[in-house]
Each structure stands twice: as C-alpha cells, then as structure tokens.
C-alpha cells in the first residue's frame, strides 16, 4: 500500500526521534550501530520518495508508478523501525 505524503513526513519525524535517541544514549551496545546505518538509509529512501513526489507537482500526467514508489521502484522496506 502506498503511503501519503504526510504519513511519510510523519515517519520521517520518528525515525529522526529514534535517530537523536540513540546518539543521546551510550553506545555500548554494538548493535545500535546498525540501527543507526539502517535508520538513515531508511531516512535516505523517505526523503528520495519525497523529491520524486515534489518533481511530479505540477504536471500534467503524474507517473503513479514514481509517486509511489519514488525512484527506488519499491516502497521502503518498514519492516525493523515499526
């Protein structure tokens, strides 16, 4: 199921929370430091959906294919954060 734009924006608030938490804590534990790589790759693909959604603004015929999926030709994966 594609998401809205706003549901995006608003993943992108919490993965920007969780983001800060983990810097703010210790680091001891040697698995926060794929949470953190997987965070921002996943912060990465929200953005891309969203500058592929805003090239769509303003033409005539929009590509559902790239307002969907953005230039990944996927969703993102939300599998680990949610």
């Known amino acids: 199921m594609a998401m809205t734009s706003d549901s995006v924006r608003s993943d992108l608030a919490r993965i920007d929370a969780l983001i800060s938490a983990l ?4 680091s001891a534990d040697p698995e926060d430091e ?3 790589r997987w965070l921002r790759k996943e912060r ?3 953005l891309r959906l969203l500058a592929s959604r ?4 303003g033409k005539r015929i929009v590509n ?4 969907r999926d953005g230039d990944l030709g996927r969703p993102p994966s939300r599998s680990k954060a949610a």
Not at 54 to 57: I, K, L, P, W
Not at 64 to 67: G, Q, T
């Open 23 to 26: 810097n703010s804590g210790p």
């Open 34 to 36: 794929g949470d953190r």
């Open 44 to 46: 990465a693909a929200l």
């Open 54 to 57: 805003r090239a769509q603004y």
């Open 64 to 67: 559902l294919a790239e307002w």
